[in-house]
C-alpha cells in the first residue's frame, strides 16, 4: 500500500462518501441473500430503521450510565426481556457487551475470579472444560486469561458427550462450557445432563447461546423438537445471546446473563487509585458505543415477540427446504443433527470433494464458508434466504454433477488448497503460516491476501486465507 498520509486539505464530505462507495466492490453481497455467513440482513426499511435508532444515540458513550440514563434504561430492558425470553426468572442480572466475542472472553474472567473467592483451596492453574466445537472465542478467552482449555469429543450427531465433561472434572476446573447451538454444526449440546453434572460437581456452567439465543426459543414455540437449553436448567449458572446476529440489532451487541448477582459480581472492575477518578466498569471496553446499544433495545421492540417468531418461522422453512434440497443429493450429507437453521454439509462420495463444490458455488456467484474437521460447507439461514433456496439447491446439483465428472478438479485450484490445510498433519506449521499472513496484512505494506501479485504469495499462503471465515475471506 502506498505511504498514504492525512489529506493535506480535508475533502468535501460528498466527495469522501463516494470514494468510500467505490472501496464496496469487491465485498460480499448480502443485499442479493448470496452471503451465507456474517450479516443478518433484513431488506433496506428494516436497515434504515436501525440507522435511525443507532444514529439517535450516535455520540452518547455508555462508559458513565450515570450521565446517559437513557443508555442504562436501553441496556436494563434489553438484558430484562432477554432474561425472560431465556426462562430466567427476577433474580437474573446481566450486561450488554461489544459483541459474541465479549460475552466469551468475560465470563471466563468472572468465574476465574469466582473460584478463587469461593474455593477452600488456592487454585493455581484454573481449568475449563468445554467440547470440542465450542465457540473459538473461548479458545481465545482460555489463551488470554491463563486458563487451561479442556476439550471433550463429539459424538456422532455432533454433540458433547456430557460422560466425558465429568471424567475432567478436577479441583482445578473453574467452568463448563456448551452451545445451543454450537457455530460450525448448528447442534444443541445435551443442556440437561450436563446442568446435572455441573450441579452435582458444584461446578459453574455457561451455555454459549450467541447464536441461538434469539432463534431458538421462537423455533421451540414454532413446535420443532428442541432440547431444554436455558435457566430452565438447573445447572446452568450463565448464558450468553447476541442481539447481533437472531436478534437482528445493529453490530456490536450482545448480552450476558448471570443466574444471580453472586456471580455476576465478579465481572465488574473497580480501581480506586486512579488520578483520573473512581473507575467502574461491568465488562471489557471503556467507551461504549450508544448506538449499539439504543439500536439492539430498537430491534426488539419493533420486531417484538410476533416478529420473531414470523422471522424464526420463514428461517425455519427454508432451512428445512435447504437440507431436504442437500438430501435429495445422493452424494452429500448433512453433518450430525442440526437443531436450527445453521448447519454444515459434506461429501459420501469419494468422487466428490466438498472444497470442489464449494469452488463451483462461489463460480455461480454464492459466498459459503468451508469449515473443517470434517471437511465441509457452512450455511446460516435468514429469512431473506427464501427468496434464493430454490436456486441454492439447483445450483448444489450442477455443482455437484459438475466435480463428478471432472474429478480433477479436487487435485487442482483451491479445493486441493482448502483440502491441503484442513488434513495437513502439521499443525504448527499452518497456525505459523497464518500468523504471518496476519502480519504481513497488518505489517508496513499493509497487504490484502488476493489484490495483489497473487504469484508472489506462498501457496500455503494462499491455503491459509482461505479457511479463515473470522478474518474474511479473500479472493486467491
Ligand atoms: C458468533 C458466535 C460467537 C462470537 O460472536 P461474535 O459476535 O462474532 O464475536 C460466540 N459463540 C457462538 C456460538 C457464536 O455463534
Request: with cysteine; aromatic share 12%.
Given at each position: 500500500m502506498e505511504n498514504i498520509r492525512i489529506p493535506e486539505k480535508g475533502l468535501e464530505y460528498k466527495q469522501v462518501l463516494e470514494i468510500m462507495r467505490g472501496y464496496k466492490k469487491d465485498d460480499a453481497n448480502y443485499k442479493d441473500s448470496k452471503t451465507w455467513s456474517l450479516v443478518y440482513y433484513l431488506g433496506e426499511e428494516y436497515t434504515q430503521f436501525l440507522k435511525d435508532a443507532y444514529t439517535l444515540f450516535?455520540?452518547?458513550?455508555?462508559?458513565n450510565p450515570i450521565a446517559f440514563k437513557s443508555l442504562k434504561q436501553f441496556e436494563a430492558e434489553v438484558i430484562r426481556m432477554t432474561a425472560n425470553m431465556l426462562n430466567g426468572n427476577e433474580n437474573v442480572v446481566g450486561t450488554m457487551t461489544s459483541g459474541g466475542t465479549e460475552s466469551c472472553l468475560l465470563p471466563v474472567v468472572t468465574y476465574r475470579d469466582f473460584a478463587k473467592a469461593k474455593r477452600k483451596i488456592w487454585i493455581k492453574k484454573p481449568e475449563m472444560i468445554a467440547p470440542e466445537s465450542i465457540h473459538v472465542g473461548w479458545e481465545k478467552a482460555a489463551h488470554y486469561f491463563g486458563v487451561k482449555m479442556r476439550h471433550v469429543p463429539l459424538d456422532s450427531t455432533r454433540r458433547a458427550d456430557a460422560g466425558a465433561i465429568e471424567k475432567l472434572i478436577?479441583?482445578?476446573?473453574i467452568l463448563i462450557v456448551a452451545s445451543a447451538p454450537t457455530y460450525p454444526h448448528g447442534v444443541v449440546d445435551p443442556i440437561e445432563d450436563i446442568g446435572a453434572i455441573a450441579l452435582k460437581h458444584n461446578i459453574p456452567f455457561h451455555v454459549?447461546?450467541?447464536?441461538?439465543?434469539?432463534l431458538l426459543p421462537f423455533v421451540e414455540k414454532l413446535?420443532?423438537?428442541?432440547?431444554?437449553?436455558?435457566?430452565?436448567?438447573?445447572?446452568?449458572t450463565s448464558m450468553s445471546a447476541d442481539v447481533h446476529k437472531y436478534g437482528f440489532a445493529a453490530k456490536g451487541a450482545s448480552t450476558i446473563l448471570y443466574r444471580n448477582m453472586d456471580y455476576m459480581k465478579y465481572q465488574i472492575y473497580v480501581y480506586t487509585e486512579w488520578p483520573g477518578g473512581i473507575y467502574a466498569a461491568?465488562?471489557?471496553?471503556?467507551t461504549r458505543p450508544g448506538g449499539a446499544i439504543a439500536a439492539a433495545w430498537a430491534a426488539m421492540n419493533a420486531l417484538g415477540q410476533d416478529g420473531y417468531l414470523e422471522r424464526a418461522r420463514i428461517t425455519m422453512d427454508t432451512t428445512k427446504k435447504l437440507i431436504a434440497g442437500i438430501r435429495s443429493i445422493p452424494e452429500l450429507e448433512v453433518v450430525g443433527t442440526p437443531h436450527m437453521s445453521v448447519f454444515a454439509y459434506g461429501s459420501?462420495?469419494?468422487?466428490?470433494?466438498i472444497y470442489a463444490v464449494g469452488d463451483q458455488m462461489e463460480a455461480k456467484g454464492w459466498n459459503i464458508d468451508r469449515v473443517q474437521k470434517p471437511m465441509a460447507l457452512h450455511a446460516m439461514v435468514t429469512p431473506l434466504h427464501e427468496r434464493v433456496a430454490d436456486k441454492y439447491i439447483a445450483d448444489l446439483k450442477e455443482s455437484v454433477e459438475y466435480v463428478k465428472s471432472h474429478p480433477a478438479l479436487a487435485t487442482k485450484g483451491n479445493a486441493a488448497l482448502y483440502g491441503v490445510v484442513a488434513n495437513i498433519p502439521f499443525r504448527g506449521m499452518v497456525k505459523k503460516n497464518v500468523q504471518k499472513m496476519i502480519e504481513e496484512m497488518y505489517g508496513k505494506d499493509g497487504k490484502i491476501p488476493g489484490t495483489g501479485a497473487e504469484e508472489d504469495e506462498p501457496l500455503v499462503m494462499k491455503i491459509a486465507s482461505r479457511l479463515l471465515t473470522y478474518i474474511g475471506r479473500f479472493k486467491v
Open positions: 450516535f455520540s452518547e458513550n455508555a462508559l478436577n479441583k482445578n476446573t454459549d447461546s450467541c447464536l441461538g439465543g434469539f413446535g420443532y423438537p428442541v432440547p431444554k437449553f436455558d435457566f430452565r436448567v438447573p445447572g446452568v461491568s465488562g471489557l471496553l471503556g459420501r462420495s469419494k468422487k466428490v470433494n
